[in-house]
């Protein structure tokens, strides 16, 4: 890409000119990306977060005892019920976790509906100046996290 301003050659992902810093204009592309890619790129992402969440990890997990709960008993092993039984413990612990993180996900999604719609920039932090060292700790703390003096 040719910047217009001093004539440099530059790379055809370069947003600014190398030598002079002038912006070059950006070359659009007559052929949109095709829809699939960009579905499976939703969906990847998607797959991503939805395995990131601790609810999501002790399900796999619980399930995955039961299975070999199953294997187990099925090969005449009574241990299998003492691995069924934690597997089922498992799986209500997920089931806990991943409501819990649904109300966290709907709260912040109100939260952040509620800001757009009210204006507000940004949430204030209230933050404690230790005496002794003026480092700031965060209101509640008992001792600074700078020096250990007693707030």
């Not at 995955?64 to 241990?79: D, E, K």
């Not at 100046?129 to 008992?142: F, M, Q």
């Amino acid at each position: 890409m040719r910047c217009t301003s001093c004539g440099v050659e530059n790379p055809p992902q370069a947003g600014y000119c190398l030598r002079c810093g002038n912006k070059l204009a950006i070359e659009q592309s007559s052929e949109p990306a095709p829809a699939r890619q960009f579905v499976a790129a939703q969906a990847k992402s998607t797959m991503d977060k939805m395995l990131e969440t601790p609810g999501t990890i002790v399900l796999a997990i619980g399930i995955l005892l039961l299975l070999v709960s199953l294997v187990l008993i099925s090969a005449g092993r009574w241990s299998g019920l003492g691995v069924a039984i934690v597997g089922v413990i498992l799986l209500l612990v997920a089931v806990q976790l991943r409501g819990h993180e649904t109300r966290i996900a709907a709260s912040q999604a109100e939260r952040a509906q509620s800001v757009l719609q009210n204006g507000i920039r940004e949430i204030e932090v209230v933050k404690i100046k230790c005496r002794y060292c003026g480092a700031l700790n965060p209101d509640g703390a008992r001792n600074c996290g700078s020096c250990g003096a007693i707030l």
